[in-house]
């Protein structure tokens, strides 16, 4: 089985593609360390084109919030031989990653379970898990 980098240098069309998914992953991170979290999760850099960055954003909210912090973001995503002078913003439903969606918790039975099982333990590993895990449901 090949990692799919690997695949990508191999390649010598699909090699180009390294690079340029690289930059604009490090810019992505870049742009997520000025706006808040949910604002990163809903918009992305998708590229720049002389010296605009071009942002896409799931909503009119996200991207109201980085047009308002146009000139952090551009002086973020500058680099030494890149300047970075303006941001265009665009609204696209289709630009947003998946909702992470909260776990539910563990119901009280299994919680009952769990300590009765942490009873009857004897001291090693297992016990050492389970008393872990009924720590961090208490907390």
């Not at 089985?1 to 690997?6: A, E």
């Not at 990508?8 to 593609?17: C, E, F, K, T």
Request: aromatic share 2%.
């Amino acid at each position: 089985m090949q990692s799919v980098r690997g695949l990508l240098r191999s390649d010598p069309i699909l090699s180009v593609a390294l690079p340029e998914a690289q930059r604009l992953t490090e810019l992505n991170r870049r742009f997520a360390g000025v706006v808040p979290a949910a604002v990163a999760r809903a918009c992305r850099v998708a590229a720049i084109q002389g010296e605009t960055a071009l942002v896409y954003c799931a909503n009119g909210a996200a991207a109201s919030r980085v047009r308002s912090q146009a000139s952090g973001v551009s002086r973020a995503l500058t680099r030494v031989d890149a300047p970075v002078l303006a941001v265009k913003v665009k609204v696209r439903a289709d630009w947003t990653l998946p909702e992470k969606h909260e776990k539910a918790g563990m119901g009280p039975a299994a919680l009952a379970a769990f300590r009765d099982l942490d009873q009857t333990l004897p001291a090693g590993d297992l016990k050492a898990a389970v008393d872990a895990l009924l720590a961090k449901r208490r907390a």
